[in-house]
């Protein structure tokens, strides 16, 4: 089992509730905007509190039982919607901010291997904020991935991307799947994407 | 325009007063901030009123309250005396410390408007990547507040400079030990005949206030490069 999920919380007036166990490669979280989707990952990579239930992530248990790891803790590579990147790093900062193995730890990707796989060499000395959407998401998923992830959570990362840079990306996700071997959990709410994508669906209401 | 011995006293007390009053305010300043900003507890309000307080008091009044508390036999005064060996009544250390009082409110607001512009998601991103509070502090909010503590310390030197009112009111004007720039222009004014001593100390404040305001928005343009931040 890669995720196994199920956790309830109550957010204001909606209570956001999922319950799913899936396998390896990409499990898409699927749903119309204002499901919960976004709060469910942020549960996951412990940047919010679940009322009650559960978390394990390959077998390892992030939540529930009385466990409640820190976010820094449960080694989760989150590619967020809005990328997040730090505006006072360059990107070369911002790549290397997680990193977590060192150079030469045949463990994991090295920096140049995590430059290369996503073609950032040409923007190494530049600032996020004059990065375009497709750049600045590549980065943010190069961040993710150096601070050598046990798994990846992204949240709608096509979204405000034209055409080309969709397909760009959507041509990473599937290499991090079958060359990475990471589980990914992938929050959509377009149908195309997920049918492309994911090998097992979750709607949410 | 050449400058008197005694002038050039003034200015470097004034410099010196300010300059402490500002290092002294900056560490309380922050941590206040930091409450007010982030923290949720009871008695937030009262807390926000108290530190606001000596921006609207009287400045007189202020001066009153320290002469109460740091005077010689005051609670804190005859503390600081016995077991740090620290005077305040009369001597630069009161203006020094009248002046950070005076200043406080102004650093506790710039800091507080930076900190609550920070866009919290960032330190949650770099939680994901592994960085315990105590880093996330040091790489992602201290620095992205940093141009608020510069503004704050501009601020806090500025008001410092020009602290006229609690100052003669608790260590009152000593030539040499506590006569500062503003002090120094209301002697000098009550004295006939002292017009261009007026107008030389006058222009020496208008410069230190010039040259602060400039120097803080070189730093802030130096440390944001390329990221667009400003004092003024």
Do not use: C
């Not at chain 2, 609670?75 to 002046?99: D, Q, S």
């Not at chain 2, 040499?176 to 503003?182: N, Q, Y």
């Amino acid at each position: 089992m890669s995720f196994e999920v199920e956790v309830e919380k109550q957010l204001g007036h909606q209570r956001v509730a999922a319950r799913f166990a899936t396998d390896a490669g990409i499990t898409a979280l699927f749903g119309r905007s204002g499901a919960g989707k976004t709060s469910i990952l942020n549960m996951i990579a412990g940047l919010l509190r679940p009322d009650r239930g559960r978390i394990l992530v390959n077998g390892d248990l992030l939540f529930g039982e009385n466990v409640d790891l820190r976010p820094e803790q449960r080694h989760a590579g989150y590619v967020f919607q809005e990328d997040r990147l730090f505006p006072h790093y360059r990107v070369a900062g911002n790549l290397t901010y997680g990193r977590r193995a060192q150079d030469g730890d045949a463990d994991w990707m090295s920096f140049d291997a995590v430059v290369q796989f996503l073609g950032l060499a040409g923007l190494l000395d530049r600032w996020p904020q004059s990065l375009s959407g497709g750049e600045a998401r590549r980065v943010a998923i190069g961040r993710a991935l150096l601070s050598a992830p046990r798994f990846l959570l992204m949240d709608e990362p096509l979204t405000s991307l034209d055409a080309p840079r969709r397909e760009e990306i959507m041509l990473v996700i599937e290499r991090i799947r079958d060359e990475l071997k990471l589980p990914i959990l992938y929050v959509s709410h377009d149908r195309l994407e997920v049918d492309r994508l994911a090998s097992s669906v979750v709607p949410l209401d | 325009m050449s400058l008197s011995a005694e002038e050039w006293q003034i200015i470097a007390l004034s410099l010196k007063v300010s300059v402490v009053a500002v290092l002294l305010t900056l560490p309380p300043s922050f941590l206040l901030a930091w409450l007010l900003s982030r923290g949720r507890f009871r008695g937030k309000l009262l807390l926000d009123a108290l530190v606001h307080l000596p921006l609207v008091l009287p400045p007189v009044v202020t001066g009153w309250f320290l002469l109460l508390a740091f005077g010689r036999t005051g609670p804190i005064g005859a503390w600081t005396e016995r077991w740090l060996g620290l005077v305040f009544m009369f001597r630069w250390t009161g203006a020094a410390l009248a002046a950070a009082v005076m200043a406080l409110p102004l650093m506790v607001r710039a800091i507080r408007l930076s900190l609550d512009a920070i866009d919290r998601r960032l330190e949650g991103a770099a939680r994901t990547l592994g960085a315990g509070r105590g880093r996330v502090f040091r790489t992602i909010t201290l620095p992205l507040s940093l141009p608020g503590l510069l503004a704050a310390m501009v601020l806090g030197f500025a008001r410092s400079l020009g602290e006229f009112g609690a100052t003669i009111t608790f260590v009152s004007n000593i030539p040499g030990e506590t006569r500062t720039l503003p002090l120094a222009i209301y002697t000098s004014l009550q004295i006939p005949g002292a017009e261009s001593t007026v107008a030389r100390l006058s222009l020496i404040a208008v410069a230190l206030s010039f040259i602060a305001l400039i120097a803080a928005e070189l730093i802030v343009r130096r440390s944001s490069a390329g990221r667009g931040g400003h004092v003024i």
